[in-house]
């Protein structure tokens, strides 16, 4: 009989075949899709963070245990989304206006789904007005901004700008990240917090979000 741990285990191995498996055999077993989520997919990212953290994993093993995570939700939202269930919060992610880049974005959205967020990815070259509307259209509690070029921050700016001119900066926490990003420019333009990377992003909206 399949345990949450293998499910956890099965999630680090970046093992999709096994992932998927076990996630139909709790199922089968009458456990909660919910808990599957919290005490199964969770555990196992937060582990896959961690090691991405230590340098013990890199960003291929963080993608294919992302995949695994990915193919057992694909089996247990469906059932979350009928059962009501609200997911920790909503966090809308995106590469800024100008910038084309999104291996990062594409990271950090895997981890926090993981962690059990729900993702709306904006995609790339994302407009301040796209995000404003995420937070008034999709009720984004997070917005997540990626730069990877020096040249296209300022549109980071233009976005915590345009969520105040909407009225909705109060509603919504701003995270931003990316290779020339700092934790002094986030203070300069009024972000709410700076994640160096994927791991840390996840703790960054955890403690944003006062979930620690």
Known sequence: MAELGDLSQAVINGDLKSATAITKELLDA?????????????????????KFKNNEFYVPEVLIAARAMKGSMQLVKPLLVESGVEPEARVAIGTVSGDLHDIGKNLVAMMLEGAGYEIIDLGVDVSATV??????????????????????????????????????????????????????????????????????????????????
């Open 131 to 212: 995000f404003a509307g995420a937070v008034t259209d999709k009720r984004a509690d997070v917005i997540a901004m990626s730069a990877l070029l020096t040249t296209t921050m300022p549109a980071m700016k233009d976005t915590i700008d345009a969520l105040s001119e909407q009225g909705v900066r109060d509603k919504v926490k701003v995270m931003i990240g990316g290779a020339p990003v700092t934790q002094a420019y986030a203070d300069e333009i009024g972000a709410d917090g700076y994640a160096p990377d994927a791991a840390s992003a996840v703790d960054k909206a955890k403690e944003l979000l006062g979930k620690v």
């Open 30 to 50: 009458g456990t909660e899709a919910q808990t599957i989520v919290t005490q199964g997919l969770v555990p196992g990212m937060d582990v896959v963070g961690q």
